[in-house]
């Protein structure tokens, strides 16, 4: 059975650096054409996504959020790890990690989300 | 910012057939990357429901279908239920932003 799960705080401040923790089981980061996402929702707007990292250590990012993003992984440990710097309001969102599989550009297996809030 | 865009809501009677559109450009559907379609219920996860344009995980009724032409996709649920209302969003990928790009979402109301 493959599972993601998302963790981290669920307050940030203005300014602060935001670090999500995807902690995977089910499959390998290893395994060719496997790659680990990262897509938020901020409320009633659109899934976008932010980020992923291929098997290969290849990593993309949304060109709009580059600047104030890092993606990294740790295969022994099955974690992805997402740091966002500069926290704003307007980055406050659900964020979901997900599972890219080898057969396709797409998200198969999601976790189930971790809410975060940017307040002062 | 979505660069696939969706209406925002379709509805429909209990046992109609309603389809979504999702129109991309020429570096994402139309330069043959392929589409996906996720279900998406408020405080779940979004749960994949057609891939590769028309293929549909083992589990997914097949009320629900997909198709590609061009520049567009639209995903088409047939014998709509109650149990159908949902977000629904499109995804596919973006040879210019070299990234994935998602739809602006739909939502399904039954009537």
């Known amino acids: 059975q493959i599972t993601l799960k998302e963790s981290g705080p669920t307050l940030v401040k203005p300014t602060q650096t935001l670090t999500l923790t995807c902690t995977f089981s089910?499959?390998?980061?290893?395994?060719?054409?496997?790659?680990v996402g990262w897509i938020r929702q901020p409320p009633g707007k659109a899934l976008e996504w932010l980020s992923l990292i291929y098997w290969d250590d290849d990593k993309r990012f949304s060109p709009s959020l580059k600047n104030r993003l890092t993606i990294t992984r740790d295969t022994s440990k099955n974690q992805v790890v997402l740091t966002m710097t500069n926290m704003d309001p307007v980055d406050t969102a659900t964020y979901y990690c997900?599972?890219?599989?080898?057969?396709?550009?797409?998200?198969?297996?999601w976790g189930q989300g971790t809410k975060v809030t940017v307040s002062s | 910012q979505s660069v696939l865009t969706q209406p925002p809501s379709v509805s429909g009677a209990p046992g109609q057939r309603v389809t979504i559109s999702c129109t991309g450009s020429?570096?994402?559907?139309?330069?043959?990357?392929?589409v996906h379609w996720y279900q998406h219920l408020p405080g779940t996860a979004p749960k994949l429901l057609i891939y590769?344009?028309?293929n549909r995980p083992s589990g997914v009724p097949d009320r629900f279908s997909g198709s590609k032409s061009g520049t567009s996709a639209s995903l088409a649920i047939t014998g709509l239920q109650a149990d159908d209302e949902a977000d629904y969003y499109c995804?596919?990928?973006?040879?210019?932003?070299?990234?994935?790009?998602f739809g602006t979402g739909t939502m399904v109301t039954v009537l």
């Open positions: 590769n344009n028309n």
């Open positions: 997900a599972r890219r599989p080898n057969w396709g550009d797409t998200f198969d297996i």
């Open positions: 089910g499959f390998s980061l290893s395994a060719s054409g496997v790659g």
């Open positions: 020429s570096s994402n559907i139309g330069a043959d990357f392929d």
């Open positions: 995804q596919s990928y973006d040879s210019s932003l070299s990234g994935y790009v």
